[in-house]
């Protein structure tokens, strides 16, 4: 049984075109990452970091809430939505739980969402 290449069955092969074109979309796709990466590293370059039983963390904050996230989590944040494990510190307890975060080109933070079932990105800033 031959093996399924996604082309119909009377071609052989991509056009010069459009290998260019998929070449020039793959390229794109790599900067954009990349820039993203870099903005992100250049935005967490002068925070405060925490260290809390051996581990590194930043702390992230809105107006009514704050949050420890793992620096190694944010240092390798791309131009994906990524499920994290937030800790919240509080006077009885400290609490885990779990969201979703992005980062935002447009305001240069990062977006998160404390709700799986709904869910609604709020900006966050990280502690300087």
Same mark, same amino acid.
């Given at each position: 049984?031959?093996?399924?290449?996604?082309?119909?069955?009377?071609?052989?092969?991509?056009?010069?075109?459009?290998?260019?074109?998929?070449?020039?979309?793959?390229?794109?796709?790599?900067?954009?990452?990349?820039?993203?990466?870099?903005?992100?590293?250049?935005?967490?370059?002068?925070?405060? +970091?925490? =260290?809390?039983?051996?581990?590194?963390?930043? !702390?992230?904050?809105?107006?009514?809430? &704050? *949050?420890? $996230?793992?620096? /190694?989590?944010?240092?390798?944040?791309?131009?994906?939505?990524?499920?994290?494990?937030?800790?919240?510190?509080?006077? +009885?307890? =400290?609490?885990?739980?779990?969201?979703?975060? !992005?980062?935002?080109?447009?305001?240069? &933070? *990062?977006? $998160?969402?404390? /709700?799986?079932?709904?869910?609604?990105?709020?900006?966050?800033?990280?502690?300087?």
């Amino acid at each position: 049984m031959a093996e399924s290449t996604g082309l119909p069955q009377d071609r052989k092969g991509y056009s010069a075109a459009e290998k260019r074109r998929i070449l020039q979309e793959l390229d794109e796709e790599r900067r954009r990452a990349q820039r993203t990466g870099e903005e992100i590293r250049r935005y967490l370059s002068d925070k405060k +970091t925490y =260290n809390y039983h051996g581990d590194l963390y930043y !702390k992230v904050s809105d107006y009514k809430q &704050s *949050f420890y $996230i793992l620096k /190694s989590v944010l240092d390798t944040m791309g131009n994906t939505i990524q499920e994290i494990e937030l800790e919240r510190s509080g006077y +009885t307890t =400290n609490r885990k739980i779990k969201g979703f975060i !992005k980062w935002d080109n447009m305001r240069g &933070s *990062f977006l $998160i969402s404390t /709700s799986k079932v709904r869910v609604y990105y709020k900006p966050f800033e990280v502690e300087v």
